[in-house]
Every structure is written in structure tokens, then in C-alpha cells.
């Protein structure tokens, strides 16, 4: 059976990707919902793509839909202005309503159209939305596939893994992380210089104060893993490109 992955650019889902097309023939798609860090998320999803490792493993070009959500979060709402919580919010504090049901509800018309009968995303242990439980999934495959005359069977493999398992993970498949973006305020150009270095990039990095990149470094951290990870502020990070 083919698969289609919902891909962020962030390290989860293209861990998941990755891992999902070591077995099988897999369609990576990306819906954008019109959030402010979704053009430096497809920009580095794209660098992703056509990095030779990854090239030689994912054979579908990716695919890109959309949803508008402007007009349902208000204007003022942080995911659409780009000012984030900060480093130590908790993920409760971080929900976006509905989002998973616009992923999975747009991507699976996708999946009816073209065949596919089965969409994984990256969804990890400990996520404490309502979006993004057992019951959630099952409950969407069923009426999606009623709805569309179609069997779409919604899965999140890593469900029971957490983000240190899936570095992990990554490390042992050769994934190059250095080319994800798990960030909801990612800096370019001269906003991209990091007090690591002076030079501008067009490349996005990560904020190094948003709770995403918490999750990313502390990942790596209890993974006893390097980051590698550029930051643009590294007033949190204490374990930066040294492990054991």
C-alpha cells in the first residue's frame, strides 16, 4: 500500500518521512494554513529534499496544499503575527485549534484522489492536544473514508516515541537533521545572525527562544546527542555541538 507523510520541514515528521520510505514508496505533502513560519519551513523542507541523502530515498516530488486559516485565528493570534511564547511555555499554552483536523482533512482528499490509502503523521508521545490522540485518528480514518468513498487509514508510528527517540532514530538513518526546522520564529538574513557568527545567511535558523526550540535542544540533550543546531540566541542552550 502507498503512504502519504504530512511533512513540516520540522524534525519529526521528516524523520518519519525518511524512516517510512525505507519500506515503501511514499508521498510527502505539506498543507499550509497561512501560519507566519510556514515559508521558511517549506524553504528548508526543499533543501531537505534535495540533499543527496535524502534524494537518493524519497522518489515523490512533494506535494503542496492549502488551507486558509486566516480567517478563523484572529489577526492579532501569535502563530499569525510570528511572536511565539517563549523558551519555558508549556505546550498546552501552544495549541492551535483544529489544526490537525485541516492537515489530515485536506491531505486525505489528496490520498482519495490519488489512491493512497494510508497517511502518517509525526505525532509524538506526551502531545497533550485532543488532536492528536489514538481516538482522534481513528475517529477522522473512519468518517474520511466514509466521507470520501475511500479507506484512508490515519497513523502516527512515533506516537509512543519521544522527540529524544526520534533523534535518535534519526542519527542511526543517516537523516541530516541540520536540515530541519523546528522553530516558530525563524530568523534569515541579517535577522539570521547568530551569536555564534557575523555572517548573514538566507537560510533559516532557529530562534533559540521560542518553547520549539526548546523541545528540539532538550531532545538532543536527553538523546546525549550533539546539537548541531545553529541558533540565532543562545542564551538557553548549554549543550551546544558537544555530547558524549
Known amino acids: 500500500m502507498r503512504s502519504a507523510v504530512l511533512v513540516s520541514g520540522g524534525l519529526d515528521s521528516d524523520v518519519l518521512l525518511i524512516e517510512e520510505s525505507t519500506r515503501a514508496d511514499v ?15 517549506r524553504e528548508m523542507l526543499k533543501l531537505f529534499l534535495a540533499s543527496s541523502p535524502v534524494r537518493s530515498t524519497v522518489t515523490r516530488p512533494l506535494v503542496v496544499l492549502s488551507v486558509d486559516m486566516s480567517d478563523v485565528y484572529a489577526a492579532t493570534h501569535w502563530a499569525i503575527q510570528g511572536r511565539p511564547p517563549g523558551y519555558h511555555t508549556p505546550d498546552e499554552d501552544v495549541y492551535l485549534p483544529g489544526r490537525n483536523v485541516v492537515l489530515v482533512g485536506k491531505a486525505s482528499v489528496y490520498c482519495a484522489a490519488a489512491g493512497i490509502g494510508r497517511l502518517v503523521l509525526g505525532t509524538l508521545a506526551g502531545n497533550p492536544f485532543p488532536d492528536a490522540t489514538a481516538e482522534f485518528r481513528s475517529a477522522m480514518a473512519r468518517a474520511l473514508s466514509l466521507g470520501l468513498g475511500h479507506p484512508i487509514d490515519v497513523d502516527a508510528p512515533y506516537a509512543r516515541m519521544s522527540k529524544a527517540d526520534v533523534v535518535r532514530q534519526a542519527v542511526s538513518l ?32 532557529h530562534c533559540g527562544l521560542c518553547s520549539k526550540c526548546r523541545e528540539r535542544h532538550d531532545a538532543f540533550l536527553d538523546a546525549e546527542i550533539a546539537d548541531a543546531t545553529t541558533y540565532a540566541d543562545r542564551t538557553h542552550i548549554t549543550f551546544l555541538r558537544s555530547g558524549h
Open 174 to 205: 543517516g537523516v541530516p537533521l541540520e536540515l530541519t526546522l523546528s522553530c516558530m520564529n525563524p530568523r534569515t538574513g541579517s535577522d539570521a545572525v547568530s551569536n555564534e557568527s557575523t555572517t548573514e545567511t538566507s537560510t533559516p535558523i
Open 27 to 41: 508521498q510527502p505533502i505539506y498543507v499550509s494554513v497561512g501560519l507566519a513560519w510556514e515559508q521558511a519551513e
